[in-house]
Each structure stands twice: as C-alpha cells, then as structure tokens.
C-alpha cells in the first residue's frame, strides 16, 4: 500500500503531470527565471493572466498544450522585454 | 514520453513548432548561462515524482486528530503548513478554508492557474481550463454536482479565488466511523480533490487497511 502510495503522489488520478516533455521545460525555464529575479511572481501571473484573457477571446483553455503554449508566450515576451540581446 | 510522439490534430499550432520553440529558448537560456538543464531536470522531477496532494491529506489528517494543529492551521496557514516540513515554491502565502455542515468552499483561480504546490503539486488540467475558471465562479453548485457533490440546499458554497498573493486549501469534513483510524489512515481517505473543493471525502470502505 505505501508503495503504491509514493508512486501515485504527483497526480492521484493517473493524469500525468505533463502531457509531453516540452511542457515541463517551458514550466522549468519560467520557475528558474523567476528564481533568478528576471521577473516576480505576481508579475509573472499577471502577465500569464493577460495572456490567457486574450486566448479566451477566441478560443478555450481545454487541455494542457493550450495552458503551458500560453506558458510559453508568457516567457517569451519577458525574455524579449527584459534580457539584454548584448548581455554576455 | 514515448507516447506522446503522435500529432494532435485538435490544436492549430502543430506540436513540433512550440516544440522548437521552447527548445530554441532553452538553448539560448543555456547559453547565456542563465539556466542549467541538470536543475531544470531537478525541478521537473520534483514536480513528476515528488511533491503531490498527499502532503496535503497529511496536513488534513492531522487537523482532524490535533485540535490544537486545526486551530494553528486556520489562523497561520503557512506557518502551520510549513511546521509539517512542506514549504516552498507558491506556498508563500496560503489560507485554509474549513468545511463544516452549513458551509462547503470550493477553490479556483478564475484569471489563470494559482494553487499551492507544495500541498497539492501542480495543478491538474480541469483546473486550469476555461469552463471550470468561469463555471466556478457563475454556477458553483452545478460544477459541483457534474464532479458528484451533492449538497443540501441550504449549505452555503463560498467559492475562493486563489491568486499569485494568496492560495487557498479547503479542509474537508471528517467522515462518520472513523474515529478508530489513525492520521496515516485517515490521510489514505483524503484526496486532491476534496481539498479543492470538488469532491467529499468519503466514509472508509469495510475493505480498506
């Protein structure tokens, strides 16, 4: 039982954390820059809001390519907006 | 991974081009030196395979057995959550929301996706999709039933709006005859789910143990 209790921790319903592996590398960059202090979270979820706002105008969030593509826009837009292309 | 090699045909972007880019910036990340792939892949795997709602029915298993825990729990949150050892990312500020026979919370976070990770993992897929962000908010108590909660009319929904300042967990209700388990096997009863608000947390089976 407890071995089957630690491998069903992340998603108790057998959904996968992830749908594909570019899902959990755009996840992974956006946590690390945050870390790193390129933007705060609260900028972070105001941006991915936004962004997820002018989707819905158009369309619906239904699985999670749609939510982490969004994911994605959302990082690429502070990349563009705060890393210096000269920088190193 | 293996199986998620086929297209989908559903999305109008194709895979393979939020593949390149997302692989374009991370390779430009990396070679900037601000990432590092062996931490990316640390990050990941805590996310795939170590952090999950069971640290949250351990907190709730605990609430139900420790009157003095429950009461920490309900004024210092992140304090209380924190003292069972499970601090850390978008766990910063919580609150927890106790259900109680007038009064059943539900969680959302109506503008995008905020849930606190380091009891519950990352946020399952309905949660962060359109219909459940809206329906959430407009039609509590039918949501509520398409996930099998039936409530008595005259139980108030209070419905929480979980943001990047402040995340919400609900406390569910103890269920009747279990007052022989103790908190490992009250924790076994307690799923994700009903600590969103979504779902009840259900008398033990005879078969369980």
Known sequence: MSVELLSTQPQEDG??????????????????????????????????????????????????????????????????ERLDPQDE | MSNHQHPHHHHTAPLSEIEQRVKQLETLLVDKGLVDPRAMDELVDTYEHRVGPRNGARVVARAWTDPEYKQRLLEDATSAIMEMGYAGRQGEHMQVVENT?????????????????????????????????????????????????????????????????????????????????????LAELVERDAMIGVALVPAPTEAAA
């Open chain 2, 101 to 185: 026979d007038k009064v059943h919370n539900m969680v959302v976070c109506t503008l995008c996706s905020c849930y606190p990770w380091p009891v519950l993992g990352l946020p399952p897929t309905w949660y962060k999709a359109s219909s459940y962000r809206a329906r959430a908010v407009s039609e509590p108590r039918a949501v509520l039933e398409e996930f099998g909660v039936h409530l008595d009319p005259d139980v108030e929904v209070r419905v929480w709006d979980s943001t990047s300042e402040i995340r919400y967990l609900v406390l569910p209700r103890r269920p009747d005859n279990t007052e022989h388990l103790n908190q490992d096997q």
């Open chain 1, 15 to 80: 959904e996968p954390v992830f749908d594909a592996p570019w899902q959990a590398r755009t996840f992974a960059m956006a946590v690390k820059l945050y870390e790193s202090g390129l933007f705060s979270w609260k900028e972070w979820s105001d941006r991915l809001s936004e962004n997820i706002s002018l989707f819905e105008q158009r369309a619906q969030v239904t699985d999670s390519e749609d939510y982490y593509s969004l994911w994605q826009q959302t990082l690429e837009q502070f990349i563009e």
